[in-house]
């Protein structure tokens, strides 16, 4: 049986998310193997994705078909977010780093962006966890890293596959260095 069916029929069975190390396991396939496979499931040109995450792939809605699945719930994520959203999504799309703390980004942008990371952080678009930096205190500090939800509406799979990656990446990298060495 084609392996790339048997990708699909798993990550279904499982509510659409499962963990990497379940599939490695039962497909009896690498790290490359399965990203390969993941890649031709999505070039298939489905109305779903797979987005492979660290530890999990997570079945989507595929960018191509978003407006039509938003038509059905009567709801859009991609309205109604501000300049502010878009500036602060891009930051943590292209940051460096896998998550990015608030005071990163309100660097980076030069604003508070308290309301703005709990806006979308609610819509989805947006994970907080607390880090577990010994640098972070007491309190700690809450880092933002995007969403499976996120790629899946700007119609990627991986943080990768955005327009000028690499360069981007690697300017707001340079930009996190100077304002680091400046304190």
Do not use: C, W
Not at 73 to 86: W, Y
Request: glycine share 8%; aromatic share 4%; proline share 2%.
């Amino acid at each position: 049986m084609d392996k790339i069916a048997k990708l699909e029929a798993i990550v279904f069975s499982e509510g659409g998310e499962v963990s990497v190390k379940q599939v490695l396991k039962v497909l009896h396939i690498g790290n490359a193997k399965l990203v390969e496979l993941i890649k031709q499931y999505n070039n298939s040109k489905r109305g779903m994705v797979l987005v492979l995450d660290t530890k999990r792939i997570i079945m989507r809605v595929s960018g191509e078909f978003a407006e039509v699945v938003e038509r059905v719930r009567g709801d859009t994520i991609k309205d109604g977010i501000s300049k502010a959203g878009l500036e602060v999504l891009s930051i943590v799309l292209y940051s460096p780093d896998e998550d990015i703390s608030a005071s990163e980004i309100e660097s980076i942008r030069g604003v508070n962006s308290a309301h703005t990371l709990r806006h979308l952080t609610m819509r989805g678009l947006l994970s907080k966890m607390r880090s577990k930096s010994v640098d972070a205190g007491a309190r700690g500090v809450y880092k933002y890293s995007t969403t499976p939800e996120l790629l899946a509406v700007l119609g990627v799979t991986q943080k990768e596959d955005l327009p000028d990656f690499l360069e981007i990446r690697k300017k707001i990298s340079d930009f996190i260095k100077n304002n680091n060495d400046i304190d």
